[in-house]
Structure formats: structure tokens, C-alpha cells
């Protein structure tokens, strides 16, 4: 799914199973990497902090990647492959704590996505190597950070006084860590063999035009350390599989489907027998949906899933409390006055944090123990009971807010700043699943509406949160039903996508079901693709706004599909 970055956040579908048991082995601390990295970090930043233009802070971090990636398609292998790749990112801060390089220059996009210099290191902890690419990465990045220094000062003499005159970067109190490195064993040909099975499922149906079944596993074990002292050392696994499917409606319509699922060990992940009939399931629903008539635009009441929910909160909620949205003069600001008033229903909470693991026995992928910052991760409770208290904050304090909560984040490359982690949705007024499909149809009745719909599945969103702009969502379900208000059975719809505004959106929450789903997903936004998830009950909402889908004017294929071949 593209993504524009002015506009700012995506929620991506990624794929998530296993391909074997994780394995976590020999603690970080008998690495020498911290070692070297510390080393060479001392040495330049003595150097460099003697400057006429000193640099006050500095960080490196390493990244060692393993990953294993296998794709099958109608029962054949497409690609199977292993990659092993080691690099660092250097970060150099010149000017001071208050005022630094980093700061945004107003007015110009391009300062929108900051990166960080990037190397490749060895793969060996050779010592010498690891320096002198770091080595020469510092001083490229210290020549830039001066570069940029000067172009801060001169924007901030130019332009009118910050709305925000805050520090550029926050005071914390160094961090040691050293957790268990992370690997995985894997036997690649009997998953090529499991997949390519699973895969084969969908030739049962010649119009399902593409589909695949995809398996990655990662290792990531990342090594940090600042000029102020910290050193920390992490490793994940990650386990996914991702099933998807396609197929086209007569009038064009493309119609997708997916499947994910996301486990930190062989524990969390349905086995293959399952992965073949939820297979069969898709092919089902995709032959349904292709017969499925078109919905109308529509205003009315409607029931958003577990899982829509989250992506829900996360587009329309989420990305408006990210502390450097705040900062940003070019943001609308949803929320940055509301600090200490109502902004949800009072039965209402959010919580963020990564230091859960699991929520409704799902492993959760935004789950972290240090941010890119090396500030632990910490539980958030943003809205207590329908009234907003804090937001997510990374280095880069807020007037009332000086310190992180563990939210610095970004993609390997990017600058980090403030992003979403494990999201929460917490209700004290919940109902059984009966119950809310109740009080959905008597809300349609008593606005005088035939039906309401129920959101099944999603695949993802977006939304907008700059001036000058519709500060719009836009969340695209891909299974939804009409819940008629006379006892008819629910009938699948097709070609909707939710839109609104995200003010308005909050005020129609009226009742939450009692059991909670999760969505597991990759954001993308001003520092790249972070993992998140998102976990909600069922939501009630008396009014919901549905757009129709952007449709292709392509038509389905002329041709017959080839059949298989006889076996003599």
C-alpha cells in the first residue's frame, strides 16, 4: 500500500505465523560489540565536542538482521531464500540540549522524514573494521548536523516565535541492559512443502485471480549506546505467515482478502490443518463477495469488530496523540489543548503499552523493552476514563510534558520520534455480542433505517492530521454485513469504505462488546514502518459514514482459466 508522507499514517496488513521454535540463547553481555561501539563513540564524540560548532550528543546503533522468507502460489514455490545482513545507524546532535540541529526548519517538507546515516559492518565483531565505518560515518553526520545547525538558526530568525518553545531534546537518566540474543531454526523444505499445500487451496476456484501463502521469520538483535552512557543489547523473533486472496466482482471490483498471523514462538501459531481450512474459507468468501451487491453511500448506525475497532483507534485516535504532532506547527492539533478535559465517552479508556506481550492470548508485534531512543518502554495511560492526560512522548519534550515515556521510534535509517506502541481500548460499559446486535438494530430502528452494518474485517486505513487539509479518516473494511431491523439473516455487502472526522467520530460511541480482538499490523508514518498493534472490544457507534470502494474499470478475464493437466 503506498503511502504519502505529508499525509502521514498508514496501517499496513503484514503477514505474521512461525516457521519453527524461537530459540533465545547466550546474553548480550558476553558480546563485544557495546565494547567496541562504546569505544569508538568516546573517541569521536571527545573529538568532535571540541569543535567551534561542539556536538553535545551522539549515538550509535547496531542492527543484525536474520531472516528467512518463503512465498507460495497456487502450489508453488515462488521464492525461498535467507538473508543475514549487520549495519549501523549514527546519530550527532550539535548546539545543546535546548536548541539543536534537529529542530524543524518551518516550512520546508523536506525536512518531514530526517534520516540517520547508515553503514554496513562485518558481520564478525572484528574490531577494526567496525571503527573505521563508524568512523567515517560520524564525520559525515557531524559535518551534516553542522550544516543544518546553521540553517536552524537562520529559519528560527526569520519565522514568527515557536508556538511550542520547548527544548529539542530531553534529559534522561542512562539505561544498561542486556537481554538474551535472539535466533531461530527453522527446517526450510518442510515449510516449502506446507505452503506450497496450503497454497494449492485456491486453484479450487479458477476466479480467484491471485493469491499467496507467504512465510517470514526474524532475528533482530540490536546493540545501542549514547554519549550520556547508555548500553543496551535486545533480540526479537518474529514468526508470521500471511494468506491473501483476490478475485474481481462483474463490475470491475477488485475484491481482497487477508489473513495474518503473528507469534514470537511455534506456541502462538495455528497449525496446518487450520492454515488449510481458513484457506478454504477465503476461497468461500471470495466467491460470496463476488456475488454480493454494491452498498450505497450511507449514514447510520453500525458495529465495528474487535479488530476494526483497533485500526479504528489507531487511525482516527492514535496518531493524534503522538507527542511530536504537537511540536509540529504544520499538524491540526486535535487534541493539544484538551489536556485534562473529556475527548471520549466517560466508559472509555487508552492505554499504550509495549511492555505487554499479549492481549487476548495474541502476541502483540508493537511489543518492545527499549525505544530507538534507549528509553525503557512504559505502560501510558493516555485517556482515564473519557478525559485525555498525557501523550506519547519521545525526546522531544512538550511544554507541560518534559520527560519521554518510552514512544521513540522509527524505522532502521529514520530519526526516531513519538509513535504508537501496543494499543489498548479499555471499557467499563460492555455487553455480550448478543446484545450489542440488539441494541444495533433498535438504534437503526429509531433513526428509521432498514438496517445497520456490522464491520467485520479490515485491511487496513490512513489518515490525515495536517493544517490545510480534510483532517479525515478513511478505514477499509473488506467483510461487512447489513444487520436488517425486521429478523432477516445478515447479508454480505461489498464496496464500502468508512470514512469521517475523528471529533465527531468519538462523540457516537454509545456501547462496547465484552471480548476483545487484536489487530497486528506495520504503521507507516514520518520515521518509516514501526510494528503496532491494536486491541479494542466491539464498538456500538450510532452514526458511521460509508463512501463506495474506488473500483477498477478493468474487467475480469476474457480468457478460460487453464485447467490442470490429466494424470495418466
Given at each position: 500500500m503506498k503511502m504519502k508522507r505529508s499525509s502521514v499514517p498508514i496501517l499496513l496488513t503484514i503477514c505474521v505465523i512461525q516457521a519453527g521454535s524461537s530459540r533465545l540463547a547466550q546474553t548480550a553481555a558476553g558480546t563485544p560489540i557495546l565494547g567496541i561501539l562504546q569505544t569508538e563513540l568516546q573517541r569521536n564524540m571527545r573529538v568532535l565536542g571540541q569543535q567551534s560548532v561542539p556536538a553535545y550528543f551522539g549515538a550509535y546503533t547496531v542492527y543484525d538482521q536474520r531472516s528467512t522468507q518463503i512465498l507460495a502460489s497456487f502450489g508453488a514455490i515462488e521464492r525461498s531464500e535467507e538473508t543475514r545482513q549487520r549495519f549501523a545507524t549514527v546519530e550527532v546532535r550539535v548546539g545543546d540540549y535546548s536548541l539543536d540541529n534537529t529542530h524543524p526548519i518551518r516550512g520546508d517538507a523536506r525536512a518531514m522524514s530526517p534520516r540517520l546515516a547508515q553503514v554496513s559492518l562485518p558481520l564478525a565483531d572484528d574490531d577494526k573494521p567496525i571503527r573505521l565505518a563508524l568512523w567515517r560515518a560520524t564525520d559525515r553526520t557531524y559535518k551534516a548536523a553542522t550544516e543544518a545547525f546553521t540553517r536552524v538558526k537562520t529559519n528560527i530568525a526569520a519565522k514568527v516565535?515557536?508556538?511550542?518553545?520547548?527544548?529539542?531534546?530531553?534529559?534522561?537518566?542512562?539505561?544498561?541492559?542486556?537481554?538474551?540474543?535472539?535466533?531461530?531454526?527453522?527446517?526450510?523444505?518442510?515449510?516449502?512443502?506446507r505452503l506450497r499445500r496450503v497454497s494449492s487451496v485456491?486453484?479450487?476456484?479458477?476466479?480467484?485471480?491471485?493469491?499467496?501463502?507467504?512465510?517470514?521469520?526474524?532475528?533482530?538483535?540490536?546493540?545501542?549506546?549514547?554519549?550520556?552512557?547508555?548500553?543496551?543489547?535486545?533480540?526479537?523473533?518474529?514468526?508470521?505467515?500471511?494468506?491473501?486472496?483476490a478475485t474481481k466482482a462483474p463490475d470491475g471490483m477488485e475484491l481482497p482478502l487477508y489473513s495474518s498471523y503473528f507469534a514470537t514462538s511455534s506456541d502462538g501459531l495455528p497449525d496446518e490443518k487450520q492454515l488449510i481450512a481458513d484457506a478454504r474459507n477465503m476461497v468461500g468468501l471470495l466467491a460470496r463477495l463476488r456475488a454480493a451487491?454494491?452498498?450505497?453511500?450511507?449514514?447510520?448506525?453500525?458495529?465495528?469488530?474487535?479488530?476494526?475497532?483497533?485500526?479504528?483507534?489507531?487511525?482516527?485516535?492514535?496518531?493524534?496523540?503522538?507527542?511530536?504532532?504537537?511540536?509540529?506547527?504544520?499538524?491540526?492539533?486535535?487534541?493539544?489543548?484538551?489536556?485534562?478535559?473529556?475527548?471520549?465517552?466517560?466508559?472509555?479508556?487508552?492505554?499504550?503499552?509495549?511492555?505487554?506481550?499479549?492481549?487476548?492470548?495474541?502476541?502483540?508485534?508493537?511489543?518492545?523493552?527499549y525505544d530507538d531512543q534507549g528509553v525503557k518502554g512504559q505502560r501510558t495511560t493516555v485517556v482515564d476514563k473519557g478525559v485525555l492526560k498525557t501523550f506519547l512522548l519521545d525526546r522531544a519534550p512538550?511544554?507541560?510534558?518534559?520527560?519521554?515515556?518510552?514512544?521513540?521510534?522509527?524505522?532502521?535509517?529514520?530519526?526516531?520520534?513519538?509513535?504508537?506502541?501496543?494499543?489498548?481500548?479499555?471499557?467499563?460499559?460492555s455487553v455480550s455480542s448478543e446484545e450489542l446486535m440488539?441494541?444495533?438494530?433498535?438504534?437503526a430502528r429509531k433513526q428509521g433505517k432498514a438496517f445497520g452494518l456490522f464491520f467485520d474485517n479490515i485491511e487496513g486505513g490512513f489518515t490525515?492530521?495536517?493544517?490545510?487539509?480534510?483532517?479525515?479518516?478513511?478505514?477499509?473494511p473488506n467483510v461487512v454485513y447489513r444487520i436488517y431491523t425486521d429478523g432477516r439473516p445478515p447479508e454480505l455487502v461489498r464496496g464500502v469504505d468508512l470514512i469521517g472526522t475523528p471529533l465527531a467520530a468519538f462523540a457516537k460511541i454509545v456501547a462496547t462488546g465484552d471480548k476483545t480482538d487484536v489487530f497486528n499490523g506495520v504503521c507507516g508514518a514520518e520515521s518509516g514502518g514501526v510494528p503496532v498493534s491494536a486491541s479494542?472490544?466491539?464498538?456500538?457507534?450510532?452514526?458511521?459514514?460509508?463512501?463506495?470502494?474506488?473500483?477498477?474499470?478493468?474487467?475480469?478475464?476474457?480468457?478460460?482459466?487453464?485447467?490442470?493437466?490429466?494424470?495418466?
Open positions: 516565535k515557536d508556538e511550542d518553545p520547548s527544548a529539542d531534546f530531553s534529559r534522561e537518566e542512562p539505561q544498561t541492559y542486556s537481554g538474551p540474543s535472539a535466533s531461530y531454526s527453522l527446517d526450510q523444505k518442510a515449510w516449502e512443502a485456491f486453484l479450487d476456484d479458477p476466479l480467484v485471480l491471485n493469491s499467496n501463502v507467504s512465510l517470514t521469520v526474524e532475528s533482530d538483535n540490536r546493540f545501542y549506546t549514547n554519549s550520556e552512557g547508555s548500553q543496551i543489547s535486545q533480540g526479537e523473533v518474529g514468526f508470521r505467515i500471511f494468506i491473501q486472496g451487491p454494491l452498498v450505497d453511500p450511507y449514514s447510520g448506525p453500525a458495529i465495528l469488530s474487535g479488530r476494526a475497532a483497533g485500526v479504528f483507534f489507531h487511525e482516527i485516535f492514535g496518531h493524534r496523540v503522538e507527542g511530536n504532532r504537537q511540536r509540529n506547527v504544520e499538524d491540526a492539533q486535535t487534541f493539544s489543548g484538551k489536556v485534562g478535559q473529556p475527548i471520549l465517552p466517560p466508559f472509555l479508556s487508552v492505554v499504550f503499552d509495549p511492555t505487554m506481550k499479549k492481549a487476548a492470548n495474541i502476541d502483540l508485534m508493537g511489543h518492545y523493552m512538550l511544554k507541560t510534558f518534559a520527560r519521554s515515556n518510552g514512544h521513540g521510534r522509527a524505522e532502521p535509517g529514520y530519526v526516531p520520534v513519538s509513535r504508537q506502541s501496543n494499543l489498548l481500548v479499555e471499557s467499563s460499559k440488539k441494541q444495533l438494530r433498535e438504534e490525515n492530521t495536517a493544517r490545510g487539509s480534510a483532517n479525515a479518516f478513511n478505514v477499509l479494542s472490544p466491539a464498538l456500538l457507534v450510532s452514526e458511521v459514514e460509508v463512501q463506495k470502494k474506488a473500483q477498477s474499470q478493468e474487467t475480469g478475464p476474457i480468457l478460460p482459466a487453464p485447467r490442470p493437466a490429466k494424470k495418466s
